[in-house]
């Protein structure tokens, strides 16, 4: 019995030793690695090429190598010893499990298990958004909290204040997942969400544009399995999902902001400088170099570090990312927010490495400009840019121009040289300066702008011309959340104004607009209206890539045409208070043989052979037949 019982314990001893000195090894481990970015990558990629950036204290002190006989083609090391970039070749090696060995005097010091995952089916070929859409553009901390367990993260500092309009409300991912079908049955085909990636700021941190951690859902929207979820509700309604990405600029409060890789990771002058916001910089062959400097080097602001795309660990950096979230996430599209204030050449490299590896994913980058020669400069292919050999490979760019006209001309009752309706046709007189007049994001607001129903004072008639005009031009529609319902906001009193809460979206709310029980009697109004001229969209492909005509304004009418060699779509905007009638042999050249015309919106019939009558400040789609 004594030796059975020396031996019990000293096997419980020798266990307790091995548990202890794993313990410790895995500490050592944690201790040495506390970050690998990307977490993990996937085979079969167009770039075999794979940079991972292992980070921990004194890492670099440490040799490197990889098994599986893979080929480590770069080891990087930094002025910050916390960093190693090793760059290894993927190139006809399997989905697999890779193993990373550290040694330290030619003894081991630690080991990092790294994967290699299988790709989607037919990923690289993934179709993205295009002029068949329309495209919903939301604030997930504004639209619906599905959640409220994640309202605040013990993780991040700030907390949910529902008083506060420039606080956290509380809405996440889940609050869109239970509203999709709400989405759906508006009309829309493609999601664009503001960011979603961790963003720990002290305040405002609602808007997510100050990320902390590019790898990370923030956790008060929820988790990226959340996220991955969402993306797959979506493709179930074959709708798309498209990621809003930030190249310019992370917030101060990122990971690694506090702990630079280099020093010109971000630019510093030294210290922070503030851009000059002036754009023309970027192509005015007049312009100073300190002038062009600061317009791209400066700070947007002083919470967001600008980064140096200019610096190859950087600008590889965030390709990776973008690259890793649209494989991750099954992504369909980005937006990418102040593309223009970018390091020309290094934007121009990033943008080109993503649509290398997906020749179809279409890229919108946010060029606020108010001129098209310079807002064509930014898009791929552009004639203008080509005058300096430049190519951004940026496949669209967000049509501000006629945003402006949107802004201001359905006020403009009585037509002059400049105002009213020609506004609305200038715009389009300026497309043989685009490469892609198809690839423009038009929209008459968003989450930066003024609300179009508080300029217009809730004006559901001249309401109703935007939309008609948006669904029926060139171009992929956007619409911002809440438009739909006549929600307002006034951008003089603040961001925040114009960024209110989804009716409907927080259990208490009195006013539900997500359900047509909900809504209002002019909430049902905008809907319904918004919801049928977006559904009809869907059914025409005149006005997805089809020619156009348009003929200048007379008396405030606008009128232009949407054709392919099967369907034909006559588009008449009445700008006037008053009942106007057209004859219509100005349009004999566009109606040709047709005799009539069906209104889309009320199925009234129109003889097209003589005139047609239009009610003051309304519009008619007419599919000719």
């Known amino acids: 019995m004594n030796i059975k019982n020396q031996l019990t314990k000293t096997k419980t001893h020798l266990l307790h ?25 996937y085979a079969g990629m167009h770039n075999p090429e794979l940079q991972i950036m292992f980070y921990g204290k004194n890492i670099a ?53 790294y994967s290699l995952k299988q790709r989607r089916e037919n990923s690289a070929s993934r179709k993205s958004f295009d002029a068949s859409d329309m495209m919903y553009l939301l604030m997930p901390d504004r639209f619906a909290n599905g959640n409220t367990k994640n309202d605040s993260h013990p993780s991040v500092t700030e907390k949910e204040d529902r008083t506060l309009s420039g606080g956290r409300h509380g809405g996440d991912i889940e609050g869109i997942v239970k509203n999709l079908d709400y989405l759906q049955e508006l009309g ?28 990370k859902i923030d956790p008060r929207y929820g988790t990226n399995e959340d996220y991955v979820r969402l993306s797959a509700e979506l493709k179930k309604r074959n709708m798309k999902l498209v990621k809003d990405y930030v190249t310019n600029h992370w917030g101060a409060e990122h990971w690694m902001y506090k702990d630079l890789p280099t020093y010109d990771w971000v630019h510093q002058f030294p210290g922070y400088s503030q851009s000059n916001y002036r754009m023309t910089t970027q192509f005015d062959t007049n312009a100073s170099a300190i002038d062009a400097k600061n317009c791209m080097d400066g700070w947007f602001v002083p919470s967001m570090p600008d980064l140096n795309q200019s610096n190859p660990l950087v600008l590889n950096y965030i390709t990776q990312n973008a690259i890793w979230w649209i494989e991750y996430a099954d992504l369909d599209g980005f937006r990418v927010d102040t593309y223009s204030y970018n390091d020309k050449a290094g934007i121009s490299k990033w943008t080109k490495a993503i649509t290398d590896e997906y020749p179809n994913f279409n890229i919108v980058g946010e060029v606020w400009m108010h001129d098209q020669a310079q807002m064509s400069y930014w898009q791929k292919d552009s004639p203008i840019s080509a005058i300096q050999s430049y190519n951004s490979y940026l496949p669209s760019v967000m049509d501000f121009t006629l945003h402006d006209a949107f802004g201001s001309v359905f006020n403009e009752d009585k037509a002059s040289w400049n105002d009213g309706m020609i506004k609305v046709y200038d715009n389009f007189t300026n497309d043989f300066l685009y490469a892609n007049t198809d690839n423009l994001l038009t929209f008459v607001e968003n989450h930066d ?91 025409n492909e005149a006005v997805h890539f089809g020619k156009m005509t348009h003929y200048i304004p007379e008396n405030n009418i606008y009128v232009y045409f949407r054709y392919t060699k099967n369907k034909t779509v006559m588009v008449i905007i009445n700008n006037n208070n008053e009942k106007q009638t057209l004859k219509t042999d100005r349009f004999k050249e566009n109606i040709g043989d047709f005799k009539t015309a069906k209104e889309v919106m009320t199925d009234a019939t129109f003889n097209l052979t003589n005139e047609i009558s239009i009610e003051g400040k309304s519009a008619l789609v007419l599919e000719l037949n």
């Open 449 to 539: 702008t003024g609300r179009f129903n508080h300029i217009y004072k809730n004006d559901l008639k001249k309401y109703k011309m935007a939309m008609t005009i948006l669904a029926t031009v060139r171009g992929i529609p956007q619409l911002y959340y809440g438009s739909e319902i006549g929600m307002s906001g006034d951008k003089g009193k603040g961001d925040g104004d114009i960024r209110q809460d989804f009716p409907g979206g927080w259990q208490g709310d009195q006013n539900n607009a997500f359900t047509k029980e909900g809504r209002t009697q002019q909430q049902n109004e905008y809907f319904d209206f918004t919801s049928k001229i977006f559904q009809w969209r869907k059914t």
């Open 61 to 113: 002190q440490n040799e490197v190598s990889v098994s599986n006989n893979i080929a480590i083609k770069n080891v990087q090391k930094t002025e910050n010893p916390n960093y190693v970039f090793v760059t290894i070749d993927t190139k006809n090696i399997p989905a697999s499990e890779l193993l990373f060995t550290f040694k330290n005097k030619n003894k081991v010091a630690f080991t990092k298990k």
């Open 188 to 215: 829309v085909t493609a999601l664009w969400s503001t960011p979603m990636c961790e963003d720990n700021d002290k305040t405002y941190s609602y808007h997510t544009y100050g990320q902390s951690d590019v790898y």
């Open 17 to 41: 030793k091995i548990m202890l000195f794993v313990l410790l090894f895995s500490a050592s481990v944690n201790a040495q690695i506390q970050r690998t970015e990307p977490p993990f990558w």
